[in-house]
């Protein structure tokens, strides 16, 4: 059986250019080459696929996701965050970071140990890139969709044996500054080499500084849970657009933030200051209906998820190929740039941007190839066809 693969006659989106009638050769998992198709013939005995009309991009890779298709990162053990990573390939996705709630520590621990086990070299799926901890240790006045009860001021015993226990893992970490202890917490997680991200929290312009100062680097949903941008008393949201330094994530689905305030946000950060993420839960891909999430029933309607008030949004349904086609559509930004917000700038957060996040000949061949309408053709996963749509050629 070969494991060559060439992508052949698509828009190529690399680092740099999109490459119209373009060729991505795959090799042993890695892409070997990728350029013009006049240029570059791919090797006899090569699986080929026709992506003539399409986009090839690098797989997307979700930074702040906590579950799809019926099942959650902590709910359902090991088994359902595998079933997840499988679920993930259908919108593009090859990697993401399992992101736990605010919950007891013993179910902390637990989802560590469940996202432990569920690693696998399966090229099946989404390969899981470690953990983004969101909470606990956030401002319960601005809880979100977190449960009350499972929200605490910073706990350095806990967070020490969170982090022994994923030994590497954990890569992001949501912190509200300005709890007690929490910028001394910032500095801790700084210096163990994880991204401490400002969230869930009303602290006003100058503790946003003081975090920024402690080595706080990323903003957690951007406008979403945070003080946000008055021209008086500018919080946490002002900080975040105001300052250099800070990476913003952005739920893209226009229901979450304002498509023009995206635009804004876009304005203000530029392609190094922002990542899209989904934020998405179980109801991730199941369709409209009524479902229970957690303690709370919430109801499906197209982008919308909300609790059973229909208005209270209570979580994100949001795909990181639709997030891409968003970005795209509410802020103008190129295609090279949304590769850049929905894959490099992720990787480069989960610590693997040398080898994942574009396409660039070495680095391994996780990509999504797109129509048009940013729908998912193929997703392509260590260089292997891990999804095809029904229909699809090849
Ligand atoms: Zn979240």
Redesign the pocket.
């Known amino acids: 059986m070969s494991d060559r693969l060439a992508i052949k006659g698509g828009a190529v989106v690399t680092a740099n250019e999109v490459i119209e009638n373009g060729v991505v050769l795959c090799e042993d998992g890695r892409i070997k080459a990728a350029g013009s198709a006049d240029a570059i013939e791919p090797e006899p005995g090569s699986r080929i696929i026709d992506a003539a009309g399409r986009v090839v991009m690098p797989g997307f890779i979700d930074t702040?996701f906590?579950g799809s298709g019926g099942d959650d990162v902590m709910a359902n053990g090991a088994e359902g965050i595998r079933r997840i990573s499988r679920a993930l390939l259908k919108f593009g996705t090859t990697g993401y970071l399992a992101?736990t709630?605010a919950a007891r520590h013993e179910e902390l621990m637990r989802a560590v140990e469940d996202t432990i086990a569920a690693e696998e070299d399966d090229p099946s799926a989404a390969g899981i890139l470690g953990l983004h901890i969101?909470g606990p240790y956030i401002n319960p006045k601005f809880k979100g969709a977190q449960p009350e009860w499972g929200i605490r001021d910073p706990n350095f015993d806990e967070c020490n044996q969170l982090l022994d226990a994923a030994a590497g893992r954990i890569k992001i970490m949501t912190i509200a500054p300005e709890l007690p202890g929490g910028l001394e917490m910032i500095r801790m997680l700084a210096d163990a080499g994880v991204a401490p991200s400002v969230g869930h929290s009303e602290a006003d312009y100058d503790t946003a500084l003081a975090a920024i100062d402690a080595g706080a680097t990323r903003a957690?949903?951007l406008f979403n849970a945070m003080s946000g941008v008055h021209h008086r008393k500018p919080g946490l949201a002002a900080a975040v657009l105001n300052e250099p330094g800070i990476q913003a994530e952005m739920i893209c689905d226009g229901v979450h933030v304002n498509p023009r305030m995206v635009s804004l946000a876009w304005k203000a950060k530029g392609r190094d200051g922002m990542a899209l993420i989904t934020?998405a839960t179980a109801a991730q891909g199941v369709g409209d209906g009524l479902f229970m999430l957690g303690d709370f029933r919430i109801q499906v309607r197209g982008p919308l998820c909300t609790l059973m008030d229909g208005v209270t949004i209570a979580?994100s349904v949001l795909t990181m190929n639709r997030a891409a086609a968003n970005a795209v559509s509410f802020t103008g930004m190129s295609l090279i740039d949304a590769a850049h917000l929905a894959s490099l700038a992720p990787a480069e957060a989960c610590g693997v941007a040398h080898r994942k996040g574009s396409i660039e000949s070495g680095k391994d061949a996780d990509l999504a190839i797109l129509n048009p309408d940013f729908s998912v053709s193929h997703t392509i996963r260590d260089g292997v066809v891990a999804y095809q749509v029904n229909g699809a050629s090849q």
Do not use: N
Request: hydrophobic share 10%.
């Open positions: 702040h906590h992101t709630i969101e957690t949903h934020d979580g």
